[in-house]
Structure formats: C-alpha cells, structure tokens
C-alpha cells in the first residue's frame, strides 16, 4: 500500500507563502502523474498543479503565476511552492499520485490566509 504524507500547511497572513512537501513510501518514478488539490471549507475537492512522469506541469488559473509544482526523485517528494497566498486559497490540500489505474491520496493538510 502507497502511503502519501503531507506537510508544510500552517496559517499565514495576505501576501505570504508556504511550500507543501508530499513525501511518498514508494518511488515517485512509479507515478504516471502527481498532483496537488485543494478543498475548500463547503465546496468540492479541485485540481491545484499536477506533474506528469516526464515532468509536465499544469496549473488551475486562480493559481498561476503563483504556484509551483515540483519534485525530488531521490527524496521521492513532491513540492507545492505557493506565493502570495490570498484568503480564497484556505484549504485543506492533499497531495495524490496515480499509479497505474490507481490513485493514491495523503491525508491532507490544512492552509489558512488571512485577509
């Protein structure tokens, strides 16, 4: 069973930033696609930024220009690098990797801005 840890969400004021670590159990080479979603408070799960096996990357558009996503083979991590975070980007964010037909997901973790 592939386990997904999360962590790096915290609270933090209008303008400042946070990067999200998902560090994986197995090989993140395994992954056809990684990504990170966000869900915030009453509303539905969303696709934040995701990275293909050959290193593609695609955004949601409330978060270009400010968000990266990006990896570390050897520490089998996957990175979220959020800069000047906004109130409407409180969420619990998970991160998830698809293997195969399967996806696994990590427990999430909790950001919260402050206007």
């Known amino acids: 069973q592939v386990q997904l840890v999360e962590s790096g969400g915290g609270f933090v004021e209008f303008g400042g930033s946070l990067r999200l670590s998902c560090t994986a159990s197995?090989?993140?080479?395994?992954?056809?696609?990684a990504g990170w979603y966000r869900q915030p408070p009453g509303k539905e799960r969303e696709l934040v930024a995701s990275?293909?096996?050959?290193?593609?990357?695609d955004y949601a558009n409330s978060v270009k220009g400010r968000f990266t996503i990006s990896r570390n083979m050897g520490r089998n991590t996957i990175y979220l690098q959020m800069n000047s975070l906004k109130p409407e980007d409180t969420a619990v964010y998970y991160c998830?990797?698809?293997?195969?037909?399967?996806?696994?997901w990590g427990q999430g973790t909790q950001v919260t801005v402050s206007s």
């Open positions: 990275i293909t096996a050959g290193g593609s990357t």
């Open positions: 197995t090989s993140i080479f395994n992954f056809k696609v």
């Open positions: 998830s990797g698809a293997q195969g037909v399967v996806v696994y």
